[in-house]
């Protein structure tokens, strides 16, 4: 059965750092694209970053690029997004996703396009 379960998500101070994971069973996570989104409360879906299936290609919402890194370990199955810098507006609840009909070699998928979730990890900044 495919499961993606995320953590590492925590409460920091502006301008922090976290790590946070996404933990795959069911399926090798390496032959898929994953990505992350996010959601505040009371406001819409957003995509963070992806990394594609087998070479790994990345990609970045310009709200995250140069301050956010996301890579694959293989071996453990893990997706992680490390995060610096860390503003007030990143507050949301993460998600890690992933498709059975989409990659992202180009691009970021839409929050929409996913088929799969976890159940999110809790990522608030504030000082």
């Known amino acids: 059965q495919v499961q993606l379960v995320e953590s590492g998500g925590g409460l920091v101070q502006p301008g922090g750092s976290l790590r946070l994971s996404c933990d795959a069973s069911?399926?090798?996570?390496?032959?898929?694209?994953i990505g992350w989104f996010r959601q505040a409360p009371g406001k819409e879906r957003e995509s963070v970053s992806c990394i594609s299936s087998r070479i790994g290609s990345t990609h970045y919402a310009d709200s995250v690029k140069g301050r956010t890194t996301i890579f694959r370990d293989s071996a453990k199955n893990t997706v992680y997004l490390q995060m610096h810098s860390l503003k007030p507006e990143d507050t949301a609840v993460y998600y890690c996703?992933?498709?059975?009909?989409?990659?992202?070699?180009?691009?970021?998928?839409?929050?929409?396009?996913?088929?799969?979730w976890g159940q999110g990890t809790q990522v608030t900044v504030s000082s």
């Open positions: 996703g992933t498709s059975q009909g989409f990659d992202c070699t180009v691009m970021i998928p839409r929050p929409d396009m996913y088929d799969y």
């Open positions: 069911g399926f090798t996570l390496e032959y898929y694209a």
